[in-house]
């Protein structure tokens, strides 16, 4: 993983996080008198118990940029690309916007819970609010179909979509059955894209490529970048102690290996399959092209050039 990427990665993070603050302080904005997700009467917006659950959320959402902040440490501490191996940098910034959004919404159905709690407690009843848009239904004051002041859930509501009451956009109504097909199956496809995209890079990254030889033919296996040749297509076998990599063209290049299709000064294009801090590495000069690799341990590589280089005609 090359720093460009690292820095794509940290910036996609401090917006998800400015993002999810400003959508956590949107609950306290009290629109239509609705603060945390309830509606309450207007002479009570600014009541003492009102206020001190406020001060609470508002401290809570102060710990939680603290700690998702300091979860960029691990970051910048492991060498921007964990040890070389982008797929566990990929796989912690999964794990961390789902961490973010889980204590996100964590955060308002407390909040939500203890403001239900003391409108219910002091037999609080606001009046009734009327509006001529009814696909807004921030304007209505019906508490109970938004049982926890983010999702909306009203069977008798035939609408897919409705505005928030927290936070920007607009929400799904789990009420109905286009509604639910909708949340379950979108949020289904998520976790199966990130899970399997995850597995797919932690393969990437911690498959080791092999050589096999049977008769002539000779197979250099990958996961992704696999060739093969025939003993007869070999001009030269020989080690060498660098690989000076001028370009990639195809492949996956990292601070601990390189492999796929690459520009090398002074032998052009060929593919590679090494670990970059474990030469020497094996030199096969084909007929047309060339392949370089080596394997992580010095002597296997040794062992593996005899052995190529007794079949060299």
């Known amino acids: 993983m090359n720093n460009t990427f690292f820095i794509v990665i940290l910036f996609l993070q401090i917006l998800f996080i400015i993002l999810s603050l400003y959508s956590l302080k949107t609950a306290l904005k009290a629109e239509e008198n609705i603060i945390l997700g309830v509606t309450l009467p207007k ?16 401290k809570n959402i102060n710990t939680l940029a ?24 990929i796989i912690y910034f999964f794990v961390w916007i789902a961490l973010l959004f889980i204590y996100s919404r964590r ?22 609010l009327e509006s001529n848009d009814k696909s807004n239904k921030k304007l209505t004051c019906d508490d109970e179909f938004w049982p926890n002041g983010i999702n909306y859930y009203n069977p008798k509501d035939n609408s897919l979509i409705v505005s ?58 990958d996961l992704d970048y696999s060739t093969a040749f025939s003993t007869s ?22 601070s601990i290996y390189a492999r796929g299709k690459f520009d090398v000064n002074s032998y052009g294009t060929g593919k590679i399959f090494i670990f970059k801090k474990s030469s020497p590495y094996i030199m096969i000069k084909l007929r047309d092209s060339y392949i370089i690799y080596n394997e992580e341990n010095k002597i296997k590589t040794n062992d593996l050039y005899e052995e190529l280089k007794a079949r060299v005609k």
Do not use: C
């Not at 603290?66 to 940098?89: M, N, Q, R, T």
């Not at 030269?236 to 001028?246: F, Q």
């Open 107 to 128: 955060i308002v159905y407390l909040a939500n819970k203890k403001m239900r709690v003391l409108k219910s407690e002091n037999n609080w009843i606001e009046t009734k």
């Open 233 to 254: 297509e070999i001009q030269d076998v020989k080690l060498i102690d660098e690989v000076p990599i001028v370009n990639k063209i195809n492949g996956a290049l990292t």
């Open 43 to 58: 002479d009570k917006l600014n009541d003492e118990q009102v206020e001190k659950i406020e001060l609470l959320y508002n």
């Open 164 to 221: 928030k009451r927290i936070g920007m956009g607009h929400t799904v109504n789990l009420g109905i059955k286009k509604g639910k097909i909708f949340t379950f199956s979108t949020l289904a496809a998520v976790i199966t894209i990130v899970m399997g995209l995850s597995v797919y890079l932690l393969l990437t990254d911690f498959y080791t490529p092999s050589i096999y030889i049977d008769g002539d033919k000779i197979k250099v296996s």
């Open 66 to 89: 603290l700690v998702f902040g300091l979860l960029f440490v691990p970051e910048l501490l492991l060498k921007i690309d964990f040890a070389g191996y982008p797929s566990l940098e």
